[in-house]
């Protein structure tokens, strides 16, 4: 099984049980202990960020994919949000971004058709893998 | 072998030294570091005596440093004590400080409390004997036991509290920024980190620099850990109550 889903209510109180199953899932992988704290501080950050602009319906999907010793994590958050909710100036956002960049090795950003966005999120390669 | 003698008489003259020397005098830093230098090795013996209570040794040198910097400015040679008698309380007392203040933010059974002094003792050693951070299962694996329970430590660890992180420390001992000078540098340059440089300079000197250097200059907590002496998970503890404050009080 490398694949681990997790949906929990779009409000802000649930970080830390998407925090504590990061952490968990963090720990099957290849990477060292010194990134289980950084993936899960990471992940709470693009919690925020989806629910940045409904803070209080719907739901945030998590999806964590183990693969090559590393991870790739899909955070998406309920529908009707713009891009423009994730990219905006404030300390706070950019205080996530500055996050996100530094602990993954890549982050992309969608928007699907009824306005849910994801930010995918790739873990480094462990070259013992 | 030093002969005790000669090193009581050159303590003697460098406090002499360092007691005529006036505050701005660059030369009293230079004194300064060498009477530290020349007396590690009480904090270390110290320290040792406290070691097996659920902190990393290096945490405890760390800390009983800052008691021997504060008795070294508190010594009069010119009383007739010696220095080591007069230090002892200081570095005890620190130390002691550490641990009175380093409660349970929550409460977390006896056993997990254990098993995370074992962990983290696991982490020191396995980072030394890879050159790297351990897995998680490396871990287990060590300490014979379930990458579950290794998990459940890990989260246990992390509710220690960390109100005392800055207090510990002495104000006007030298500040790690004045150990690593580049760190304002760092924040420089990069157009999106920009807004977030008076967030990072209103931040204590201990918390803003383990930040800039995980997430400016990209070292690893492993890193962090080993530039400034102390455990990879004290650096992580302090990087989650750094950016767990920072947060809250953007939500402010």
Same mark, same amino acid.
């Given at each position: 099984?490398?694949?681990?889903?997790?949906?929990?209510?779009? =409000?802000?109180?649930?970080?830390?049980?998407?925090?504590?199953?990061?952490?968990?899932? &963090?720990?099957?992988?290849?990477?060292?202990?010194? %990134?289980?704290?950084?993936?899960?501080?990471?992940?709470?950050?693009?919690?925020?960020?989806?629910?940045?602009?409904?803070?209080?319906?719907?739901?945030? *999907?998590?999806?964590?994919?183990?693969?090559?010793?590393?991870?790739?994590?899909?955070?998406?958050?309920?529908?009707?949000?713009?891009?423009?909710?994730?990219?905006?100036? #404030?300390?706070?956002? =950019?205080?996530?971004?500055?996050?996100?960049?530094?602990?993954?090795?890549?982050?992309?950003?969608?928007?699907?058709?009824?306005?849910?966005?994801?930010?995918?999120?790739?873990?480094?390669?462990?070259?013992?893998? | 072998?030093?002969?005790? $003698?000669?090193?009581?008489?050159? #303590?003697?003259?460098?406090?002499?030294?360092?007691?005529?020397?006036?505050?701005? #005098?660059?030369?009293?830093?230079? !004194?300064?570091? %060498?009477?530290?230098?020349?007396?590690?090795?009480?904090?270390?013996?110290? *320290?040792?005596?406290?070691?097996?209570?659920? %902190? @990393?040794?290096?945490?405890? +040198?760390?800390?009983?440093? &800052?008691?021997?910097?504060?008795? +070294?400015?508190?010594?009069? @040679?010119?009383?007739?004590?010696?220095?080591?008698?007069? *230090?002892?309380? $200081? +570095? !005890?007392?620190?130390?002691?400080?550490?641990?009175?203040?380093?409660?349970?933010? !929550?409460?977390?059974?006896?056993?997990?409390?254990?098993?995370?002094?074992?962990?983290?003792?696991? !982490?020191?050693?396995?980072?030394?004997?890879?050159?790297?951070?351990?897995?998680?299962?490396?871990?287990?694996?060590?300490?014979?036991?379930?990458?579950?329970?290794?998990?459940?430590?890990?989260?246990?660890?992390?509710?220690?509290?960390?109100?005392?992180?800055?207090?510990?420390? #002495?104000?006007?001992?030298?500040?790690?920024?004045?150990?690593?000078?580049?760190?304002?540098?760092?924040?420089?340059?990069?157009?999106?980190?920009?807004?977030?440089?008076?967030?990072?300079?209103?931040?204590?000197?201990?918390?803003?620099? +383990?930040?800039?250097?995980?997430?400016?200059?990209?070292?690893? =907590?492993?890193?962090?850990?080993?530039?400034?002496?102390?455990?990879?998970?004290?650096?992580?503890?302090?990087?989650?109550?750094?950016?767990?404050?920072?947060?809250?009080?953007? =939500?402010?």
């Amino acid at each position: 099984m490398n694949e681990i889903h997790l949906r929990v209510p779009a =409000q802000a109180e649930f970080v830390g049980l998407v925090r504590s199953t990061t952490n968990s899932v &963090i720990a099957r992988t290849e990477l060292g202990v010194d %990134e289980l704290e950084d993936w899960a501080l990471c992940v709470g950050e693009a919690f925020n960020l989806v629910i940045n602009h409904q803070p209080s319906s719907g739901s945030v *999907a998590v999806e964590f994919l183990l693969q090559s010793g590393g991870v790739q994590i899909e955070i998406t958050g309920p529908a009707g949000a713009s891009l423009e909710s994730v990219n905006n100036s #404030d300390i706070a956002t =950019q205080l996530a971004w500055t996050l996100l960049r530094e602990v993954s090795d890549e982050v992309a950003t969608s928007l699907s058709a009824d306005g849910a966005i994801t930010l995918t999120l790739k873990s480094r390669v462990v070259a013992s893998a | 072998m030093p002969n005790p $003698t000669n090193t009581r008489e050159q #303590d003697h003259v460098l406090f002499a030294e360092f007691a005529a020397l006036a505050d701005g #005098d660059p030369r009293k830093s230079v !004194v300064r570091d %060498e009477l530290i230098s020349s007396h590690l090795g009480l904090v270390t013996h110290i *320290a040792r005596k406290y070691a097996n209570r659920g %902190e @990393p040794l290096d945490d405890l +040198i760390q800390v009983g440093t &800052i008691g021997l910097i504060k008795a +070294i400015d508190r010594f009069s @040679p010119d009383k007739g004590f010696e220095f080591s008698t007069f *230090a002892m309380p $200081t +570095i !005890v007392g620190e130390i002691k400080r550490y641990f009175r203040d380093k409660t349970w933010a !929550v409460r977390v059974p006896r056993r997990l409390q254990e098993l995370g002094a074992s962990v983290s003792k696991t !982490v020191t050693l396995l980072s030394q004997q890879l050159d790297r951070a351990p897995t998680v299962q490396e871990i287990a694996d060590h300490l014979k036991i379930e990458l579950d329970d290794v998990v459940e430590a890990l989260n246990a660890n992390s509710a220690y509290s960390t109100v005392s992180l800055d207090t510990a420390f #002495d104000p006007d001992a030298p500040t790690l920024g004045d150990r690593f000078g580049s760190i304002d540098e760092a924040l420089e340059g990069v157009e999106y980190r920009e807004s977030l440089k008076p967030l990072l300079l209103a931040l204590p000197e201990r918390e803003k620099d +383990i930040l800039v250097m995980r997430f400016f200059e990209n070292k690893s =907590q492993t890193e962090i850990a080993r530039t400034l002496g102390i455990s990879q998970m004290h650096v992580s503890r302090i990087l989650t109550h750094t950016l767990t404050n920072l947060r809250a009080s953007l =939500q402010d």
